[in-house]
């Protein structure tokens, strides 16, 4: 396992004999977002505290279900995984919650990428090319007349 970086919490090691699970949760995207939206997470059907960033479970070897999701006024993009620890070692998954709140977030052994950027950007962008265009129009009928 590489060393995180000078700075990075270093993750507690697991008790002789016991397994970890270590969740990363991204933050979700936007400005001050993290702040109003809650990470959800559940083990084998049961809550779990959890925090932007990384979380330790210290756990039991064996099958687990990894259960995660977003909370702002209501809980959205949920995404769950199944993961099989070994006896005494520590394993990792990234959760990364949808742009737009109408999604699926991500799951995975590595971090993974937003969901939804590109309809965000969409929904963005359009409006602002649509009332350029209109103010382009304006401009030129005005010249005409």
């Not at 993009?77 to 993961?83: D, F, I, K, L, Y």
Request: hydrophobic share 45%; net charge neutral.
């Amino acid at each position: 396992m590489a060393q995180p970086p000078y700075g990075a919490p270093t993750p507690p090691p697991p008790a002789m004999g016991q397994s970890q699970l270590v969740v990363n949760l991204r933050k979700p995207f936007g400005l001050l977002a993290d702040q109003m939206v809650s990470p959800v997470v559940n083990i084998n059907g049961h809550p779990a505290p959890a925090k932007w960033g990384q979380n330790f479970y210290p756990t039991h070897a064996g099958q687990h279900q990894v259960a995660c999701s977003s909370r702002y006024m209501w809980e959205f993009g949920p995404q769950t995984m199944a993961v099989d620890i070994p006896p005494g070692q520590s394993l990792e998954v990234h959760y990364t919650g949808p742009v737009i709140t109408f999604g699926s977030g991500r799951m995975g052994f590595t971090e993974q990428p937003r969901p939804g950027m590109i309809a965000w950007i969409l929904m963005i962008t359009i409006p602002v090319a649509v009332i350029l265009l209109l103010v382009i129009v304006g401009v030129i009928a005005g010249l005409n007349s």
